[in-house]
């Protein structure tokens, strides 16, 4: 009996995002989107705060699921903020700098087989099925084809160098 409840609830559920029906939005980047990964690697020096690294492009109505930093060693002191800017094109100034993740400390990200998804640092479990331009708190929906840069800016400067890899997932709607 138990089980036939559960089962009829995923189905209700499932019917929700399907529908639109309650509060869950009927949306591609919710249900059947496409999932992208982009992956950046960058050598990380014994470097000011402040430096900005461009991990990739994604579109304002997309969903980022994962945010993963990995590196190679233990690259000592450096903290990092990533975050939402605009593209270079539409002069790359901050959106919301740290909006997924602040102040994360490098040096956890050595070489782990645990997998840490930066997506959540910030912002909450309930965020998951909002847009990157919502994630950015920007007020308006952006126009269709709108596309922002997700960007590592690094907040103190690390003490030793090494290299530090971002991996992003998103999905989209086309």
């Not at 965020?127 to 084809?145: F, R």
């Amino acid at each position: 009996m138990a089980t036939e409840e559960l089962k009829s609830t995923v189905i209700t559920a499932r019917e929700n995002i399907r529908t639109g029906a309650g509060t869950t939005p009927s949306s591609k980047v919710i249900n059947g989107g496409n999932l992208k990964q982009s992956v950046a690697t960058f050598e990380f020096g014994v470097f000011d705060a402040a430096s900005t690294y461009r991990v990739c492009e994604v579109p304002a109505h997309g969903r980022i699921s994962k945010i993963h930093v990995k590196s190679d060693t233990a690259i000592v002191a450096a903290t990092v903020d990533i975050g939402v800017y605009a593209t270079t094109e539409n002069g790359g100034a901050a959106i919301n700098a740290d909006c997924y993740a602040t102040a994360f400390d490098v040096e956890a990200a050595a070489i782990t087989t645990a997998e840490l998804n930066l997506r959540y640092e910030v912002l909450g479990i309930e965020t998951i099925e909002q847009a990157v331009w919502q994630d950015a708190g920007v007020a308006a929906s952006p126009e269709s084809g709108t596309k922002y840069d997700v960007v590592l800016t690094t907040a103190v400067a690390a003490t030793t160098g090494g290299t530090v890899s971002v991996i992003v997932e998103y999905v989209t709607g086309d």
